[in-house]
Structure formats: structure tokens, C-alpha cells
């Protein structure tokens, strides 16, 4: 009798207490970066579920807006697994930017991600993909037609020069 | 069995296979692609086969797997020197390898994966 009595309470509370780390979760993981005039950038830590997927299209649709940035870079380095859910939540999101008018660009993608996506027959055709997100700017760049050149006189060049002029 | 060495040109991987291609060194070459790829060292991948003799439907899925993979990440695939009795057995077994360029030799496939880059750009 009293020991039902102390569980009810201590599961209450516990509830309550995962109830506001999700929100807490749900903040901070959905930010929406500008990292450049017309560039967005959208990095993904953890999993992807449903819930998550809205509250993130719905965060990027209203910057995008609010921007009106033309290019969005979709960071799925942090993303552990890529299955046939996350990926779809992935299409859902690309598609409502392209209604925007934006571009989606799909980046971060590991070699084991990439075979997974082959084997399991998603159909990724239409999405424009890169490995990483310096690869993904560089692209981004030379779509909205800016070069990035060394200073005058500086003698540090990059280790790739293609990052610097796409 | 036998690793299939891959040589890095400017931007480009090219893979020369040599004589037979085994599975288990097909999958090898998938790897190592994949992980040259991921680190975003390359645009294209050219695939030699001109000294291959034979090619089995395992092998041309996974080519065109191989050529999917490299697409998503950020790298297109051409396969050259193809020798006419291979081609001919591919397309009789069905196996037209959809997504994966073809080139009559490297240097056409070069041209090809210039071209296709200053295409992306432009788009």
C-alpha cells in the first residue's frame, strides 16, 4: 500500500521531467544558420523523427522567407543512421524549400550513408548531393555566381583550391 | 585476388581494372571509392575495363550501385574501354547500366566529366 503510494508520484514527476527535456531538445536542435547573403545552412544532430522533421521544414520554410534566401544547405553530417524514414522526412523537407523556391542542397554525406541510400533504392536523382559542406558552398557560391579569391599578397593558401574558387 | 589500384588525377579518381574483376574485389573498390569521395578529394570516376573480359549481372549492379553512391556524393561516374563482346552480353541480359556515363576511352571521359561539371556550375 505505501509502497503504490510513493511510485505514483516518482513516475509523475519523472514524466515531467522527460517531457521538458524533449522541449528542450526540440529547441536546440532545429537552428537554422545564415551563412551567407541568400545562403542557409540547417545542421541536423540525432535522429530524425516525424515530430522533428515538421518542426524543422516549418523553421527553415519561415527563414527562408523572412531571408529570402535562394540556396539551403541540408547538414546530415551528425545524422548516425539514414534510413528509409529519415530520408523520406528528408525529401518532404526539400521539396516544401522548392516550393519557396530555394535550392536544397543535400550535404555531409558519409561514403556509408551514400551505399546505404544505393541499397536501400531511394531514389535521390532529383537532389542535389555533396560530401561535405565546404564542397556544398563552393557549390552554393558558383550558383549565385560569387568567387572567393585569395587576398593580395597573402601567403596562405588552401590546402584544396578548389574550396576556395569553385 | 587483387586490390584494384586507384590513381588520383587533379580531381579524378580513375580505377584500372585489371583481367578479372572478382566480387570480392569489386566490393573493395566500392569502399575505397566511397571513403576517397567522402573526404571530397574528387568531381569524377573513371573505370577502366578495357582488359576485363567478362562481366556478370553482380558486377554490372554494382557499377551502377557504384556510380549511385559516387552521384551522392558529389562525384559522377564514367566507365570506358568496354570491349564489344562485354557490351553486347550486358545489353542481352538487360543490363543497360542506367546513370553511369560511358566513354570510348579515358581521355574522352576527361572531356566528358568537364563538361558535365561546367554543366552542374551553370545550372
Redesign the interface.
Known sequence: MSETGSVAPAQAGLQEAIEQQRATISELLTPVIEVWDGILALPIVGSVDTARAQDMTESLLERIVATGSEIVLLDITAVPVVDTAVARHLLETVSAARLLGADVFIVG???????T???LGID??HVT????L??GLA?AF??LGLVVIPQAGSTRHPA?P?RVT? | MERVPIIRLG?VLIGTVQDELYDHDALQL??D???L?????A?GVVLDFSTVATVDSFLARLIG?IA???????AATVVVGLQPAVEVTLVALGLTLP?VHMALNAEKALALLAYLRRD??G?
Not at chain 1, 548531393?129 to 561535405?132: D, E, G, I, L, P
Open positions: 554525406l558519409s561514403s556509408r550513408t551514400a551505399m541510400l544505393v541499397q535521390l536523382s548531393t555533396r560530401a561535405t565546404a564542397k557549390l558558383s550558383r584544396n578548389d569553385p | 580531381d566500392q569502399e571509392l566511397g571513403l569521395l567522402e573526404r571530397g578529394v568531381h550501385a549511385a553512391a559516387s552521384r551522392l556524393l558529389g546513370g552542374e556550375r545550372g
